[in-house]
């Protein structure tokens, strides 16, 4: 399994709210948000980790350089207007079989992360696997419709109807087959990944929902505490 990080993002609510230290190296529980996915992934079978740094994170690279990895690391050095383009930078790693790619900010527990990995790995009759959770404290939310039966995803909604349950938690696990389409939403001038995962529906790719208790992001100097207090539960 290869693994993916997006962490090109400036941080720029956490800029305005006084903090300076880049987003990747934020504390939670005395660990980095960059270290603490690179642990996870390197004790969830991980075959390389691949990472995307915006330009002006000179700091965040020197951490990741001074790493010691069981693991190949790819590392890329690049500004992008989006999560998506951040993917698709990510993507030439990510053609060689099953992958999971988040965003840095992510936070959730360990013991729920690593049977979400497993149960990808065996699954074969999925082209993705999203992790989905009915924790909402997000201020936009990409509200997931499942099949609640197979738990296949249906839709991925800007606003909820009422009946939506979960919302994406920006963990996804996904096959080579999700390439082509990102390729396509790049060459359509579409952006954003919310957008890139309609794409993978509008192409019949099978996506299920794998759900989460809890999925915390860090986007405000209010979540470092959340997400802490979530952790040490």
Same mark, same amino acid.
Request: glycine share 6%; proline share 3%; charged share 25%.
């Given at each position: 399994?290869?693994?993916?990080? $997006?962490?090109?993002? @400036? ?13 990747? !190296? ?28 915006? @330009? ?5 690279? @020197?951490? $990741? ?5 069981? &693991?190949?690391?790819? $590392? ?23 992958? +999971?790619?988040?965003? &840095? ?15 990808? $790995?065996? /699954? ?9 959770? /009915? ?16 738990? =296949? ?5 800007? =606003? ?12 996804? +696990? ?10 396509? +939403? ?15 529906? =509008? ?24 997400? @802490?207090?979530? !952790?040490?539960?």
């Amino acid at each position: 399994m290869n693994y993916a990080i $997006i962490a090109a993002g @400036e941080g720029s609510r956490l800029v305005q709210e006084g903090v300076r230290t880049p987003k990747p !190296l934020i504390k939670i529980n005395e660990v980095p948000l960059i270290g603490r996915l690179i642990y996870l992934f390197e004790k969830n079978g991980a075959e390389s980790i691949s990472i995307i740094v915006n @330009e002006e994170m000179t700091e965040v690279r @020197e951490y $990741i350089k001074n790493l010691q990895l069981n &693991v190949p690391l790819n $590392i890329i050095i690049k500004s992008t207007e989006s999560s998506m383009h951040s993917f698709f930078e990510l993507s030439k790693f990510l053609s060689g079989g099953k992958f +999971c790619l988040t965003t &840095v900010d992510t936070i959730f527990k360990e013991d729920e992360f690593a049977p979400y990995i497993q149960a990808f $790995i065996e /699954d074969n009759t999925c082209d993705g696997m999203m992790a989905v959770t /009915d924790y909402i404290d997000d201020e936009k939310p990409l509200y997931v419709a499942v099949d609640e039966k197979k738990m =296949t995803i249906t839709d991925f909604l800007d =606003t909820t109807s009422g009946k939506e349950k979960y919302i994406s938690g920006g963990i996804y +696990c996904l096959t080579p087959k999700s390439i082509a389409t990102l390729n396509n +939403c790049l060459s359509a001038g579409i952006s954003r990944m919310r957008n890139f995962q309609r794409q993978l529906i =509008t192409d019949g790719l099978n996506l299920k929902a794998y759900p989460f208790k809890k999925i915390v992001d860090v986007d405000h100097v209010g979540d470092i505490e959340k997400a @802490e207090a979530f !952790l040490n539960e």
